[in-house]
């Protein structure tokens, strides 16, 4: 706790559990339970989700799991799970908040209880992932407990099979799950040595066959997608213009104060940066977990408080898990959250490539932010908007400024406006309404 690894936690005194549980429902399910305790933690600013991580994130929370494993280890304890739902990220940092998985081990004990967990949770999305480009919520959105050794085994061809680290970990468990009879039990009972010392010897070894496994899948820096040479080439701005556009966006934030910011479509994360720098706590969401990647190393290294999260804005996380509601919406955890929501270089693809109503991108910010919009307009005449409609430029004959502007209006007080020259961009600083 005090390095910021475990969420910090503290014992309530007897009069502030008193207090609590003068709540009928809280005092129902403490007694169901045969409640001792009630432990109180930090609250992570911004929950979110295995399927919302790039691959770094899910590896930066399989190495905690794991030291955390070694750790408690030379202290005769153990985990009761290992899966990257006991995991948040404060920022970029990965923060373990299931205190109620740690356990005590009886000294003769040498197997590690969510080996197979850990492979299935961490190991072989990250397999997949590495293997198949596959992201990680195609992988994990509608798997909860992860990958099976056997589905794996399906995808990959007689050759790969034998070759490491699929051996180890998808063709091996995948035969030998094959010939084991599902009634035999015996495999789950504890098998306790006379010899705590080789015990232990045992259970670091096992510890340390898993860190060899997941060193091989870390993910590789420098991978390029469709979208990570964006801000170098694609952006349609000069030196000049970009360096007008960063001092436009950075004069909004420090003018508001803002202390908690929303990027959407952050591509790797320039803006984010300039918003973390000031001191706020930012949120950088984007569909590409390439350049997500990179701004949660980028983040990490410079110690800002950014989190990168694959969310696609027009088909955000949906509420899943038992009646949907284990894991909450992306939007229901998002809105009014923020003080300050960016949409730069962005709304022209929710426009053409998604199709949604700029009246609706615009009504969703309104519910996004609690104060300010910095908004990029883009005409139909930017050639990257040219480029997106593909020929079709009659659906958007009729988007002009004036539009743009009037449709802002029913949300938005526009304070602030800045042309780009030369270009068909323009720059908008907004504040938020307030509804009598």
Not at 8 to 17: C, F, I, N, V
Not at 312 to 331: D, M, V
Request: glycine residues 6%; charged residues 25%; neutral net charge.
């Amino acid at each position: 706790m005090a390095d910021g690894r475990i969420v910090p936690t503290r014992a309530l005194d007897s009069a502030e559990s008193e207090e609590l549980l003068h709540d009928p429902a809280v005092r129902a399910l403490f007694d169901s339970r045969g409640g001792q305790m009630l432990l109180e933690h930090e609250r992570i600013e911004f929950p979110s989700y295995p399927y919302e991580w790039p691959p770094e994130m899910l590896y930066a929370a399989a190495v905690l799991t794991l030291d955390l494993a070694c750790a408690l280890a030379a202290d005769s304890l153990g985990l009761k799970d290992a899966t990257p739902y006991n995991v948040l990220f404060r920022g970029p940092e990965p923060v373990f908040i299931d205190v109620l998985s740690f356990e005590r081990r009886e000294p003769g004990d040498p197997t590690c209880l969510p080996y197979a967990q850990f492979v299935r949770t961490f190991l072989l999305p990250l397999l997949a992932n590495r293997a198949y480009g596959l992201g990680l919520d195609q992988l994990l959105t509608t798997r909860r407990d992860g990958l099976e050794p056997e589905e794996l085994y399906r995808w990959i061809g007689p050759l790969q099979r034998l070759l490491p680290p699929y051996l180890s970990l998808v063709t091996m468990p995948a035969l030998l799950g094959a010939r084991h009879r599902q009634d035999d039990t015996t495999i789950y009972r504890k098998k306790l040595l006379p010899d705590p010392e080789k015990a232990r010897f045992i259970l670091d070894a096992v510890l340390a066959g898993l860190r060899r496994k997941l060193r091989r899948l870390e993910p590789a820096r420098g991978k390029s997608s469709a979208w990570s040479d964006y801000m170098a080439a694609n952006n349609n701005y000069t030196a000049a213009h970009f360096e007008a556009k960063q001092q436009f966006v950075r004069q909004a934030l420090e003018e508001h104060g803002s202390r908690a910011v929303l990027d959407v479509g952050c591509n790797t994360g320039h803006f984010s940066a300039l918003a973390a720098r000031a001191g706020a706590r930012v949120v950088a969401i984007d569909y590409d977990p390439v350049v997500l990647g990179d701004v949660w190393r980028a983040a990490r290294a410079e110690k800002l408080n950014i989190l990168p999260l694959a969310v696609n804005l027009t088909r955000p996380s949906p509420g899943i898990g038992w009646r949907n509601q284990e894991c909450a919406p992306f939007l229901e955890r998002a809105r009014g959250r923020f003080d300050a929501v960016l949409m730069l270089a962005v709304i022209h693809h929710m426009l053409v490539t998604e199709r949604v109503p700029l009246e609706d991108i615009l009504s969703l910010a309104a519910e996004l932010t609690t104060d300010l919009l910095v908004i990029e307009f883009i005409a139909a005449e930017d050639s990257m908007f040219r480029r997106l409609v593909r020929g079709r430029e009659e659906l958007h004959k009729d988007l002009t400024t004036e539009v743009f502007e009037t449709l802002c209006a029913r949300h938005f007080e526009i304070t602030r406006r800045q042309h780009v020259p030369d270009t068909a961009r323009t720059l908008y600083v907004m504040r938020k309404r307030v509804r009598g």
